[in-house]
Structure formats: C-alpha cells, structure tokens
C-alpha cells in the first residue's frame, strides 16, 4: 500500500515573516505551505520585523497570528541583548520556547555577550525549553551553559562534523540536549553553490560533503532528533539584488525529500517519518489531537517547481530535483484541511499549543 498516514506533523523551526516583512511571506500564506507540505503544525522564529521581544511584540504577533493562520502554530520569544529577561515567566507561558541567537544571521538578534547568554539561561523556566542557533565553537560554549543550568535545550540546523562530535559527547554526558538538522544541509553542499548562487546561501551555510556524511551518519546513529525546514522564505528580487539575505524556504519539500532518502535507502521510512513527528512532539512535550495526520502516496514521484509552490516566495533552491510522497490529504482535529490541491481551513483555523492567546 503506498498510502501512509503521518500523524501529527510538526515544523518547530520557521521564519513566517508577515508584520513588516509581509512582502516576504505572510502568516497565511505560510501556513497554507505548511499544510500543503503535510503539516500539523509552525513554530516561528522571533528575528521578524519588528522582533519578538517584549510582551507588547508578543501580544501583537499571538493576535495576528491566530487571526490568519490555516493550521496549528506556536512562537518564540527572543532573547534580547537588552536584558528582556524580567517577565520571562509569564512569557514561559504563552510561547514554545525562547530562541537565542549566537551566531549572527537574518535580523538583529545576535548576543555575543556569554555574560548575557548566562542571564538568559538563568532566568528562563526550564518548562519550556531553550532552542538556539550555534555554530561550531559557539556550541561548546552554550554546552556549558546546558551543563551548568540544566535547561532543555534545542540545538537548531546542525551542519557540520565537529558540531556533530560536540553533541554527541553531550548526550554521551546526559545533558538535556536535543538536535535539529535541515533537508538542505543534508542534500546539498558547498558543490551546488555555483549552480545556486544566492538561493544557496542561508545561515547555517552549505558546507562540505564530509560534514553531509557526519550528519547522515548522526542520523542513523540516533545523535540527530529531528528534521527541521528553517523555512526563510525571501523575496526573489531580495535574493537577485547585490546584498541577498540568507535563508531558504523548506515546508513544502521537507517530507518529500525526506521519502526520497528514505527510497534511496540513507535512512528508514519509520524513521523519516518519526523525525518529523513524533520526535518533535516529544522534544515539545505535545500530543497530537485525535485525527490530526497527512495521508501520503510514497508511490508517487515528481520534480520540485517553483510554480507548484504556495510559499509567497515562490523558489526553492531544490527546484528540478525529483521527490517522492504527494500529500494527498490533511485532516486537523477531525477537519480536512487539504484535498491533495487546495487548502480547505480558514485563516484562524489554527491554534496556539502553547497556552492563551493575548
Ligand atoms: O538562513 C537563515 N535565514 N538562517 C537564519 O538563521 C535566519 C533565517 C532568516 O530569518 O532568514
Ligand atoms: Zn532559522
């Protein structure tokens, strides 16, 4: 039978954009990628415009978002490099997790300071759990920080061989870390930069093929939890111009690259499917609700093209890559949500899993 069901699959690692970045992509139009890419449920990133950092900012992005999102959702908060730590617990409450930002990348939300990481781990409640962006060296220091304060904590896109080692000597140690890697890291490489140009470019970079085997190999080793997208939609005159911004986006040709793997036998179909749902309820601490799951055909194969995209930005940096697994449809809390063509909930069909919305 090569029809599946996938229940309860959830992107924690997006960028939504909308509020003054709306011309990139907005909460809608991402959400109705998200379902037409399998999707349960989002979880977006805090470096939009203007960033996630204040109540205020908080309450303004739960309002919209629940107005006009298709499917279910969750935000961060982001840690500040003006201390924003005073109202944490309240915070803690109404979002899926702070994100801290180590390395710089989209948006100013860099923190360069260890002694402000350190603020931040101290104060944040450790009943959410911490998801950072780290790149190689800056993961040994935030490690530090896991071991000393014990927070939860989600180490995001993961690229590199090193980074790997890093991790895994972690969990060897049993501190509270899990690990995120995206499709594009494990599908290509620093080789594709010259075909791809700027639609290559995003933070994590591509790297070399050796750290691409570090990572297939994590996976089949169990160090990696998860699949995420980093879903960075930007606009195509963006990506054209002399300084484009990095990032790519992902939520439609997640699962379809993740079945094609799986075909090409780099990692089992049970396991593909468990990176991208139950592995990240579980890190989350989230059950599905009843009848919430993508029914996909592992039979069917086609090639990625921009014009079949619902993403607002309209490209992928896999375009002409043949994929395996049309989603034929998606059901939430007992409703369909997609036909296999169109999206069929509303704006404001989706849900906060993460307490009351402002
Ligand atoms: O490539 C990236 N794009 N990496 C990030 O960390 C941020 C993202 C974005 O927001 O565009
Ligand atoms: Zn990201």
């Not at 290559?200 to 994590?218: F, I, T, V």
């Not at 090409?264 to 799951?293: E, H």
């Amino acid at each position: 039978m090569p029809l599946i069901k996938i229940h309860g699959m959830i992107d924690p690692h997006t960028h939504l954009r909308d509020l003054d970045w709306s011309h990139k992509a907005t909460f809608a139009s991402e959400t109705k990628a998200a379902i037409a890419g399998g999707f349960w449920a989002v979880f977006d990133m805090p470096n939009t415009a203007p960033s996630t950092i204040d109540q205020d900012r908080l309450s303004d992005k739960l309002k919209r978002i629940d107005r006009d999102a298709h499917c279910d959702w969750g935000l961060y908060f982001g840690a500040s490099q003006a201390d924003n730590t005073a109202e944490y617990e309240k915070i803690a409450r109404q979002v899926c997790g702070l994100k801290i930002y180590n390395n710089s990348t989209t948006g100013d939300l860099l923190i360069n300071s260890s002694a402000m990481r350190e603020r931040h781990y101290r104060a944040w409640t450790p009943n959410r759990l911490i998801a950072v962006h780290a790149e190689e060296e800056t993961v040994r220091n935030i490690l530090d920080l896991v071991r000393k304060y014990r927070q939860p904590t989600h180490f995001l896109h993961i690229s590199s061989e090193y980074e790997i080692n890093l991790l895994t000597q972690a969990k060897q140690d049993g501190l509270p870390v899990t690990v995120g890697v995206c499709p594009h890291h494990l599908i290509l490489s620093e080789d594709d930069l010259p075909t791809l140009g700027a639609y290559g470019l995003m933070k994590p970079e591509l790297k070399r093929k050796s750290d691409q085997r570090a990572l297939w190999r994590a996976i089949r080793l169990g160090i990696v939890d998860i699949i995420e997208s980093d879903h960075a939609p930007h606009a195509i005159a963006e990506k054209e111009s002399d300084a484009p911004p990095y990032g790519v986006p992902g939520l439609e040709t997640t699962l379809p690259l993740m079945l094609q793997a799986a075909k090409d036998g780099k990692l089992s179909l049970q396991k593909a499917c468990d990176m991208l749902s139950l592995n990240v309820q579980r890190i989350w601490r989230i059950a599905p609700f009843p009848k919430t799951y993508a029914l996909v055909d592992t039979d069917e194969t086609y090639v990625i093209e921009r014009e079949n995209l619902m993403t607002k930005c309209g490209w992928s940096p896999f375009e002409g890559m043949r994929v395996r697994g049309k989603v034929r449809e998606v059901w939430i809390r007992g409703t369909k949500v997609y036909d296999g063509e169109n999206v069929l909930s509303p704006a404001g069909f989706g849900r906060n899993l993460f307490g009351y919305v402002a």
